[in-house]
């Protein structure tokens, strides 16, 4: 990402003063008492509760005075109206992922330091995945639903069970992708990375090789998807893509379900020919009588790869030092700019 430069001091000079903003209800989770407290060391934290919870009044008075918007799930969208009521904000420090809904040109032409929290989201999303792939190659899933007394389709087996010198393929060299192949590391297999926008020395760097998506497909025995959803990743997974993987071989989706085209994706599923880890489908939740949540060969979650209960903290911890920082003078570790809303999530 493009690294802005330091910020200025925040108006006024003093510490940042600081506005919650994300839905209503989820402040004590996001901020428990220890982050207030650490908060509170480097900023003034104008209202208690997200802005969205303020009658009117407050609201305005408070984000008259703010130099900082902490956001989170739920923040409000930084459009012209939003700023006009913040003449002194100077940063989004966003503390979940996906910055690109809250942001608008509007924001980056404010010369706002938008920061984001996708590094902190992104552990338990890799965690997940990386119990997802080991669980499937060591067939777990389907064994599963073997003694219960499912009829399986007669899967084939082009590779033996384990995860002994697999071949993993990531499609996207994002916060997750890179964690989950630094968390494979221990198990002896091989991973590759498809991204248009990973470098050879990218990909050195990363200690994996970097392959076209179609060999990627073709030659992984897991392929887990770590792309944005943007127009150009709509549906990228479709039937001829699910064509190219191998028999016996498992797509795990945490990213989004716009990718997968879920339609060819059921028919490989009750045909046997793969099996699939899905914590995101489109839309969610899928309807009750869906195909996807009831053939043995697939495995549904409910969206809850990403930050849940004690994983909250992290996103606190990164987005109070991203305040931290700011307070300081000191270049943001996690910068989003305009420029990368094209390519990241
Ligand atoms: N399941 C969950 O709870 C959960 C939680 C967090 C994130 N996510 C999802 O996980 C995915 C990754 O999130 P992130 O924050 O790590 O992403 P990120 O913004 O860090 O990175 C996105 C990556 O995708 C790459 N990319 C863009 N277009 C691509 C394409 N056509 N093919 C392959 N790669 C492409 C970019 O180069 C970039 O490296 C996103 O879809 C995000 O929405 C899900």
Not at 78 to 87: G, H, I, K, N, W
Not at 125 to 130: D, I, L, Q
Not at 151 to 170: D, M, Q, S, T
Not at 314 to 335: K, M, S
Request: proline share 8%; charged share 20%; with cysteine.
């Amino acid at each position: 990402m493009t690294a802005p430069a330091a910020p200025a001091p925040p108006g006024g000079g003093g510490r940042p003063r600081v506005v919650l903003s994300m839905y209503p209800g989820l402040e004590p989770y996001a901020l428990r008492p220890e982050h207030r407290a650490a908060l509170a060391e480097v900023a003034d934290l104008l209202a208690p509760e997200a802005v969205q919870a303020l009658p009117v009044d407050r609201a305005d008075e408070v984000l008259a005075a703010a130099d900082v918007v902490l956001g989170h799930w739920g923040c409000v969208v930084l459009d012209e109206a939003f700023l006009a009521r913040a003449p002194r904000l100077r940063m989004l420090a966003y503390a979940a992922g996906t910055v690109r809904d809250t942001v608008t040109p509007a924001t980056f032409a404010r010369d706002l330091l938008v920061t984001s929290g996708a590094a902190a989201n992104a552990v338990p999303v890799a965690e997940y995945t990386v119990a997802a792939v080991l669980w499937a190659n060591k067939a777990v899933f389907t064994e599963r639903e073997r003694l219960r007394g499912a009829e399986l389709p007669a899967l084939p087996r082009r590779h033996p069970v384990g995860n002994w010198g697999k071949r993993i393929g990531l499609v996207g060299a994002s916060h997750v992708g890179r964690l989950v192949v630094e968390l494979l590391r221990p198990y002896h297999c091989t991973v590759v990375v498809a991204d248009p926008y990973l470098t050879d020395e990218g990909a050195a760097a990363l200690g994996v090789a970097r392959v076209e998506l179609d060999e990627l497909l073709a030659t992984c025995d897991v392929v887990s998807l770590h792309a944005p959803a943007l127009p150009e990743t709509a549906g990228m997974i479709g039937a001829a893509e699910l064509a190219r993987m191998m028999d016996g071989a498992t797509l795990v989706n945490t990213a989004r379900g716009s990718l997968v085209d879920h339609d060819a994706l059921v028919a490989e599923l009750r045909a046997g020919r793969l099996t699939a880890v899905l914590d995101v489908t489109e839309p969610e939740p899928l309807p009750a009588d869906h195909a996807l949540l009831h053939l043995p060969t697939c495995v549904v979650t409910p969206h809850l790869a990403g930050s849940q209960g004690t994983e909250l903290a992290r996103q606190a911890e990164l987005v109070i030092e991203e305040i931290r920082r700011f307070a300081a003078g000191e270049p943001p570790l996690h910068p989003v700019a305009a420029a990368d809303l094209g390519r990241v999530a």
